[in-house]
């Protein structure tokens, strides 16, 4: 089974711009999570979708929102940039609602400049 | 709110040392504790886990026990080898949103 897979790896982009990431899950997972991963705030929930529903959601400004498709992929999105927001960009997904057990992909790496 | 503190790091053990890496944590209830390990360049895989009071998680060498009367989770391991050079991060999950909450994490560098 292929394992979560984040695109793309590496990202640059400058202040003022918009961002899209991308993760599939494990085939049959249902629950995607997304966590911003930075070295002085460690990993900071940013928010869950379960079968294309935002189940919770970290407090984050506006400017981060995602979706989930039927497909259980999952996007998010940032609007205008900051250069705080250069950070790694982990999804990671689930097999149960309970999120027992999460799967993580190995990251979108953001740089803002 | 939730929370996780753990051992601030960097740790810098010689191979077949003992490790120690302590966890403490916040929460109301009766949260589900893990441990999940980074090694470079990856994401995050789970370690262990223990689900109730006075359960014993263990894998791959390492242990830790949920306790509840001290709401820790330390994470232990008799000798370590230069291959479990990683961040190590405690998290925990509660409520009735299974959403997880992860300490900062800690950097463990183990020389030959």
């Known amino acids: 089974k292929a394992g979560v897979t984040q695109t793309p790896r590496y990202l640059i982009k400058t202040r003022g711009q918009q961002v899209t990431l991308s993760c599939s899950p494990i085939?049959?997972?249902?629950?995607v999570s997304w966590y911003q991963q930075t070295p002085g705030q460690g990993l900071q929930f940013l928010f869950e979708y379960f079968s294309e529903t935002q189940r919770n959601k970290g407090n984050f400004p506006g400017r981060f929102s995602g979706r989930q498709f039927s497909n259980s992929r999952s996007e998010m999105n940032v609007s205008t940039l900051e250069l705080g927001d250069s950070a790694l960009y982990l999804c990671a997904s689930s097999d149960t609602s309970t999120n027992e057990k999460l799967f993580f992909g190995s990251g979108t790496q953001l740089s803002v400049l | 709110g939730n929370s996780v503190t753990q051992t601030e790091g960097p740790v810098t053990l010689s191979e077949e040392a003992f490790l120690t890496i302590n966890c403490t944590y916040t929460?109301?209830?009766?949260?589900?504790l893990f441990w999940y390990v980074q090694y470079p360049g990856e994401g995050l895989q789970l370690l262990l886990k223990a689900t109730k009071a006075d359960d014993k998680g263990s894998n791959k060498g390492f242990e830790a026990t949920y306790r509840k009367e001290t709401t820790s989770f330390h994470l232990e391991k008799g000798s370590v080898q230069v291959s479990d050079s990683a961040v190590y991060f405690c998290a925990l999950r509660g409520g009735s949103n299974y959403k997880l909450t992860f300490g900062k994490g800690t950097l463990l560098t183990v020389n030959p």
């Open positions: 929460a109301t209830g009766y949260p589900s």
């Open positions: 085939s049959g997972h249902r629950s």
